[in-house]
């Protein structure tokens, strides 16, 4: 099956710094990514929409200066949140459409951010 | 505006039984619905997607309904086991490669030995 993977996992970083997250589809192709946020026992809130070659889109309420957004080919998006605060404190998850099958996400495994 | 309802929080059941788990939408008319594994600390897992066109689809023990009238799915876990333990996520998607994804806010599945 198709799979998305993320880099790192896990970071802890120190207040002020800026963060990036990884996420690539492995054995296809991916116009569009997406970037979710989920806090502990809620559900993923939806970020913003990456298409390859494109500004991405961002969901109200989302500030595109603090989550930069990159697609920069059909398999890689990245995510750098930049000036980190300890409320960016989340899990990231992203995920990725198949420009074939039928439509369903295939999701990363997502990465624990962590700002002291 | 959208919105989509897992209507438990939890559920817990005996193993062996069968596991219901209920979402309704409103405000949308979805070209499919999905269902989604999630475990603590990970990304969901994609488990199966049924069409507006289509009333039921199954795999293996899993077996999902779509009730565009009621604006209703039910997803049936039959001969439960304590491995089935986890957060099921419904969700919406539109017809495009482009449109996005609207989650239930899950219900988690304990299944007791």
């Known amino acids: 099956g198709a799979v998305v993977s993320q880099h790192p996992s896990r970071v802890i970083c120190k207040s002020g710094t800026s963060v990036k997250i990884e996420c690539r589809s492995l054995?296809?192709?991916?116009?569009?990514m997406f970037w979710y946020r989920q806090f502990p026992k809620q559900s993923l809130m939806l970020m913003a929409t990456?298409?390859?070659?494109?500004?991405?889109?961002?969901e109200q309420g989302v500030e595109k200066d603090k989550f930069l957004i990159n697609h920069a080919s059909l398999t890689l998006s990245t995510l750098t949140v930049t000036s980190a605060h300890p409320e960016d404190s989340s899990f990231y998850i992203c995920?990725?459409?198949?420009?074939?099958?039928?439509?369903?996400?295939?999701f990363g495994p997502g990465t624990r951010l962590t700002v002291l | 505006s959208q919105k989509i309802e897992q209507n438990s929080e939890a559920l817990n059941i005996q193993e062996g039984k069968t596991a219901t788990l209920t979402c309704n939408y409103t405000n949308y008319s979805p070209a499919y619905l999905q269902w989604y594994r999630q475990d603590p600390g990970r990304g969901p897992v994609f488990l199966l997607l049924i069409r507006e066109n289509e009333k039921e689809k199954r795999k293996e023990r899993l077996k999902v309904t779509f009730d565009t009238t009621l604006k209703q799915s039910l997803f049936h876990i039959t001969a439960s086991q304590p491995a089935d333990s986890a957060t099921y996520l419904c969700a919406l998607d539109g017809y495009s490669s482009a449109s996005k994804i609207i989650f239930g806010s899950g219900t988690r599945l304990s299944i007791r030995p």
């Open positions: 990456s298409n390859e070659g494109s500004k991405a889109t961002y």
């Open positions: 054995d296809f192709q991916a116009t569009t």
């Open positions: 995920s990725a459409k198949s420009v074939l099958g039928y439509n369903e996400q295939f």
